[in-house]
């Protein structure tokens, strides 16, 4: 009962913070079998939340997770609820204690669905970190235990944030292929170490093929921003708010890649890609424009931006209403969170502490003061003039965009036009052909 509410209110506390959120292939995940769910780990507590609410086995994840996670009472509470099982920092990376072996044998016997991380990076990043010895440990000491009769199935998962830490940025969730532990049944009887280190490569493969990889940090800039300007000429729906929509992932995958490959083979292309990228977006930055409003996606019309303007009074309604408790949550989480890691986590979880304390005061007064009956339509109001208020900014703010964009300089117009047209060309267009090659052997691409 407990972990069901819980899980409710962090599902809709990730409908605010995400704009949208892509769930791939998760049909895979069987009901009916053990499985170990193994994951990459760029945000913190964060990825456990998303693991918990995005989940359809209707038997709970449970997740292995570092002991500093649940270091003070209320992390210790919230993260049991969430079905965590603490692991010592020295068992991070290294032999996992015999008695948290014994409970995850004895987990997985009974069909459990267990998750593990790889180890997490001190900065997100969009790079696979290396992978934990104790991943291979449980997975083969678990199977081996039952005589590889217990037929545990491995999942990889990719958690592909598009932008860290940013409110309202999507989010992709990316089921890889999955196997049997027991297919290395026979490495293991002859070689224990080499088949914890074929196990480990496997799953690195697998995860990575569903990851948006920047290997080298010093591209890291370059296809971020290239990576912009591609998902600014996607025109992707604000609703469903959740999609199984994988085409966008495979192109960012494509377009990291080939900015991998030019970066190792061509050096001198990789620098004028680089400069005219950067000089595009300096330029947009000197001018005030978005990289949106030179895109070919549709412009809000004159309309639309009445229609934001008229709306303008439930917009205000709505903020004054909602705003103080996120306000607090985001000065609380500057001022508590110094590593990059955790900030979206704080950020989630304030956001619903400090929301929930003001809703109950809030309706406190009215029900103190009138009755019930206000109390309610305090409620309501406040909520649904808060959703609109959500999305409101987002069309408030593309409104405002258009606007600079008319009262742009044509000639400054012009020369951004080109600017971005020369990177498309040098950069997307290749990627759009790839696709389309492969649109025409496999039929699963759409662009």
Known sequence: M????????????????????????????????????????PGSILDIIILTVFQKSKKAYHFLVPAEYMDTPLKKWFLGCLKCIPISKQ???????????????????NNGKLVL??????????????????IAEVAFDSEASFGFNLGIEVFPVALNYAYFNMFRSDLTIAHGSNFKVADFKELYSSNKAEALETFSANIE??????????EDESHEIVTERLLTINRNDCEIPVFPWKSNEQDALRFEQIIAGLAKNIGATS???????????????????????????LS?????????????????PVFLMGWLLNSMPLWISHFYTKAKVNQMQYYSTVSVLSGIGFYFLYILTLISIPLLISGAM?????????????????????????????????????ETIELLKNQ????????????????????????????
């Open 2 to 41: 407990l972990y069901t509410l819980i899980k409710s209110i962090i599902s809709l506390a990730l409908r605010v913070y995400f704009r949208k959120v892509h769930v791939l292939n998760q049909e895979l995940v069987s009901d009916d079998k053990p499985a170990l769910i193994i994951s990459n780990h």
């Open 91 to 109: 068992e991070v990376g290294n032999e996992l204690s015999e008695g948290n072996l014994i409970t995850c044998r004895e987990f997985l016997k």
């Open 117 to 134: 991380f790889i180890e997490q990076q001190e900065v997100p990043v969009k790079r696979l970190a290396k992978i934990d010895n104790h």
């Open 205 to 214: 493969r697998r995860i990575k093929a569903e990851m948006v990889i920047i």
């Open 267 to 293: 050096k001198s292309r990789f620098e004028v890609l680089t400069e005219k990228t950067n000089n595009y977006f300096e330029k947009l930055t000197a001018t005030g424009l978005n990289d949106k409003d």
């Open 296 to 312: 070919d996606i549709p412009h809000y019309s004159f309309f639309s931006i009445l229609l934001v303007v008229l709306t303008a």
């Open 374 to 410: 206000e109390a309610a339509i305090v409620f309501f109001v406040t909520i649904i003039t808060g959703c609109f208020a959500l999305y409101y900014q987002e069309w408030g703010k593309g409104s405002l965009e258009t606007m600079k964009y008319w009262m742009a300089k044509s």
């Open 420 to 447: 971005r047209k020369e990177i498309i060309e040098m950069m997307i267009n290749p990627v759009k052909e790839s696709l389309k090659v492969e649109e025409k052997v496999t039929g699963n691409i759409h662009i």
